[in-house]
């Protein structure tokens, strides 16, 4: 089960939604099974739930997550249940459901005539109950409606043309249980006033001239009597609890919103992988679903902002929203800040001084897991002291310089393509500035600025960067929140990249090599395992600033890593070493 969120106008041909949340509907054989639910890690604390409880909790976790809702929209599988029906009432959020023709209603009138004449009591016997205004299904009351009643709306433009359908509203009350019963019975239930919503095709056009000239068929009778039925049963209903004033168009727009959900399942199995799941567990598949709801949004963001033709598709006031919401995401983790002139500095949060924790640590324990593994291995094959030092020595430049090679070319290229989106942007600003002024404002408004103040910000950064032609006050905001570049940075230095993986490397590769410098024999080889084993300890308990795990867990863990790789190059060494003595 899934929920969707529908962000634009439901008649848009394309309109710009997404996943929010989804759970595993699991069935009543398997709560009940202890050994399949252990086997699957399903929650203990999850019990049975039928899909309208799932869906209702669904709805909670949407509110809780602040998620702005106009109106919940579902299938005839949820409206036609009571329990549903009661439980969004409760939660009082507006909604259109679709519903069986078996949907019970009652009509206003009668149901204010039923509490208004309650029956009398006589003097003799147990008094009677008030008895409910009697129970139409949808199908029996739209029935009774006049032809004249149904209008043609269009409510959405497909690819054949405008999408329309003959529809006719009423003013009913949802209801249970039949006038058998007293209102105080349990299966008796009159719900709030709303809309029943009906939908058929519109009636293939007729030739006037046909009508006359042709003759009528003996059994036109019964022909007519099997294209009503027909027409009855592509006849649609929905019960919507949106006010009296909501226009029809309105109605029958929200009504056929439900596509999208099904948009979603084609794309995201087509697109996303959403049916390759092949594990049997609750957690796995959850995680699969939330990657693929994941993969799926951000697709959805990259549509918007493909360079389509005025007109299809997504329109460039959407395009903006899509960016928009990108910069409120940021503004959310607290990545940036507005200075006072008006541009945006990224503030080094918590989770980037961890990142930099963690490259200097594991910078460490390459140069040092590498080195103790060769120096283990040389030592395996018996070779003098002074043999394994200068191995020793040769293997951490080798290793320290491979390592700050890497990280130049890689900074540095990093650096050559921020370059270049930076001059891309910066053309943009020459070429569309009135684009480029709309969505500088729109950042601003993310990050809590008024939106006239916005801009009139944005179109004083504009005009004062037109006069130089280098636009660098808003190149600097739209690199830093569009392109998630600093324009001053370019993502660090090269050769201070280059300087510290060295560094970094070589100390931790100089450890184990140590000994080999005051001594020889297999006393230095003790020496430098221990050093090792105490080096590994070390960064352990280093990695645990970032994960939070137990120092003896974390440091433990890498000492074996590390010791298996000595242990594995020392009987190579010994194996060879030995075949060459």
Partial sequence: MSAEYLADDPASSTPFHWPVSAQLFVPESWVADDERRKRTHVPAELGEQTKPEIALGLLDLARQWGVPIQAVVVDAG???NPNFLAGLDERQVPYVCAVQSTFGVRLPDEVRAAKEHLPTYGGRGQPRKPRPAPLYSVKELIEAQPEDAWQTIGWREGTKGTMQAQVLALRVHWATGSQLHSTSHSRVHTGPEGWLLAERPVPAPTSQESATT?????????KQEA?????AEKTKYWFSSLPPDTSL?????LAHARWVIEQFY???KQECGLDDFQGR?????????ALVMLAYSFLALQRLQLPLPVGEAFPPPQSRVARCLT???RYCSGSSRISSSGSFRPTRSRPFALAETNKVVLGASDGLTTNLSLVMGVAGANLPGHTILFTGLAGMLAGALSMAIGEWLSVQSARELYTHQIEVERQELADIPQEEQEELALIYQAKGVEPEAARQLAARIIAADKQDGKYEAALDTLAREELVIDPKELGGSPWEAAITSFMLFAVGAAIPVLPFAFGSGWMAVLVSLFLGILGLFIVGI???LTTGASLLKSGGRQVLLGLLAAAITFGLGWLVGGRLA
Avoid: C, K, M, N
């Avoid at 567990?281 to 679903?289: A, E, K, Q």
């Fill in 78 to 80: 949820y409206g036609d």
């Fill in 327 to 329: 910069s409120i995401a």
């Fill in 281 to 289: 567990r609750w957690d796995g598949l959850h995680r699969h679903l």
């Fill in 542 to 544: 280093g990695i645990t």
């Fill in 214 to 222: 042709e003759p009528v068929p003996q059994d036109g009778t019964a």
């Fill in 227 to 231: 294209a009503g039925e027909q027409e």
């Fill in 249 to 253: 168009e309105r109605l029958v727009t």
């Fill in 266 to 268: 084609e794309d995201a």
